[in-house]
């Protein structure tokens, strides 16, 4: 099984800051199927990044996923209030499927 | 815009077993894996499984002795079922299609489930 570690925990950041949040995984991910994930409270996960580097749909362009292999990172450019989350990385690219334990954006 | 929705009991009592269904409306199930997640009171996202539409199954090994997943094309819809619950499974329970490298791109609204007696 690919544990991935997410660092920091949490990140205290202001508006209009840059964000880069830490993926690292224990083992290769395969083909770079890694996936960053937002969650706000009381609403379901929704998916940002697929591929390492990947937009999904109707994601706004200050986010952007770089890395391959094993490490991997979020950065979102320009934060905006609604940006403040709680943000994972998946892989799915080797069964089991795993996630990160989650990186805390916080005002 | 495709939508799922999870239903089932939202108590269940320890020993039973947990029943879930999702439901998808405005699309196709064909050529998706569909996903079951769950994420614990404060905690972060487990993935249970999925099972593809053709019925082939993968399962998280730390729960494979208790899960069954089962679709239903015709009726658009997917099923979780996990045995033997404890108050270790209470949680929201989300299910999600994933596309491939497209990764899991829709998500229900999640059920939340309570093991309690």
Not at chain 1, 14 to 43: F, M, N
Not at chain 1, 56 to 85: H, K, M, N, Q, Y
Request: net charge neutral; with cysteine.
């Amino acid at each position: 099984e690919i544990v991935l570690t997410q660092s920091p925990g949490t990140l205290s950041l202001s508006s209009g800051e840059r964000a880069t949040l830490s993926c690292r995984a224990s083992q290769r991910v395969s083909s770079d199927y890694l996936a960053w994930i937002q969650q706000k409270p009381g609403h379901p996960p929704r998916l940002l990044i697929h591929g390492a580097s990947n937009r999904a749909r109707g994601v706004p362009d200050r986010f952007s996923g770089s890395g391959s292999g094993t490490d991997f990172a979020l950065t979102i450019s320009r934060l905006e209030p609604e940006d403040f989350a709680v943000y994972y990385c998946q892989q799915y690219g080797s069964s089991p499927y795993s996630f990160g334990q989650g990186t805390k954006l916080e005002i | 815009q495709l939508l799922l929705q999870e239903s089932g009991p939202g108590l269940v009592k320890p020993s039973e077993t947990l029943s879930l269904t999702c439901s998808i409306s405005r699309g196709a199930m064909t050529s998706y894996h569909w996903n079951w997640i769950r994420q614990a009171p404060g905690k972060g996202l487990e993935w249970i499984g999925h099972i593809y539409y053709s019925g082939s199954t993968d399962y998280n090994p730390s729960l494979k002795s208790r899960v069954t997943m089962s679709i239903d094309i015709s009726g658009n819809k997917f099923f979780l079922n996990l045995t033997s619950v404890t108050s270790a499974d209470t949680a929201m329970y989300y299910c999600a299609r994933e596309d491939g490298w497209y990764g899991a791109d829709y998500w229900g609204q999640g059920a939340q489930v309570i093991v309690s007696s």
